[in-house]
């Protein structure tokens, strides 16, 4: 079970990388911070399939050499620590950056060719899928353990305390996203002395009937810390996407809404939209430039007004009486009448003024919208025709001679 749960975050932590990596390509300018996030993301992806024991097992058998995956995982593990420190530095000190990183790397470079030559020293020639168990009581393994182990100690310990630093005066989500990576690196350091404690043990010669219990443990801190570390370093970006959608899903509502108006606007002075409207199920459908198809909208409303204005009824504008939608309808509707009968009834056009913004304008048509009739196109053919009990208009009948 908990191999599984390994096998999950490592599917998942590739997910994270190619969803990454897809937004690194589309930006326009590179951020740094947010390279390394992706450096992060694809170092763990590779070092939480490497502790997959299928994984770990098949890439033996393939290279012939055995327990291979084991020092490929790790070296990821120590670069995926690298990284994260730094993420946070490049977060918050841009400015010393340089010889900050070139430091850090030359530790990382040092533990990591530490870390291969204790492998390639060790007797590991049998493939096993726990190879602490198995091999950690030899001297050369307990060496690349403590190795391992080492550096990861420090570099967790590292970005603790960056994430407690930047933590304190990052705003909403990045507060919380800072402390959920040093939550998740808490959990880390967990791992990390349980893994320690064990070996001591196996190198004491007390440890190998406990090998299921430690490789339970270690491995439960592994996934719930690597989680939080995704869930931490992913936040941002999925708050901005949330906030992105629901802007979208808004102004595609306030387009649908506005409909009804802008369509009988069109109705009753066609030629004033750049983009007539075809139908209510193709307008549903368009999906893109929704910010200028709604701003246009409004405009185009708007010039419909104007147009219409000449056509109200003596002592009447738009709107009828402040904030009285249902007046205002009234009133749209009598100077539609008006204007297709060709009856002018104001020498000066009148408009309603705009509003203060662009919100307050949209919210006012759409309330507007909604209390005109459900199609527009009918009703102004219904008041083409002749009202009920109306006579319709004679035509003297010619007169023919006999």
Known sequence: MVDDAVAFVAVLL???TAVESASVLRRRHREPALDMLLVTFGLLAITATFFVPAVHLAVGRVTGVANIGEPIARTALLGAAWSVQIMLHRLGDQG???LRFGRRGLVLGAFVVALWACFLAAPVDTPTARFTRDYGHEPAVAAYLVVSLAYLWLALIDVIRGTMRYGRAAQRPLAL???LIGLGCWLGLGYVAVKAVFVVMLVAGRGSADGGIESTISRLLAVAGGLLVIIGSALPYLAHRAGAARTWIVTYRNLQRLYRLWELMYCAEAGFALDPPGSRLVDVFRLRDLDLRLYRRVIEIRDGYLALAPYLPPGVSLPARPDDEQ????????AVANKRE?????????SKPASSTLADDVDHLARVSRLLPRSPRHHLAVTARPAIGENPPSHPTPRTTT
Do not use: F, N
Not at 327 to 334: R, T
Not at 342 to 350: L, M, S
């Open 14 to 16: 590739w997910l994270t």
């Open 96 to 98: 010393a950056a340089g």
């Open 177 to 179: 996203a800072l402390r």
């Open 327 to 334: 007046s205002e309808v009234l009133a749209i509707l009598a």
């Open 342 to 350: 060709g009856r002018i009834a104001h020498a000066q056009p009148r």
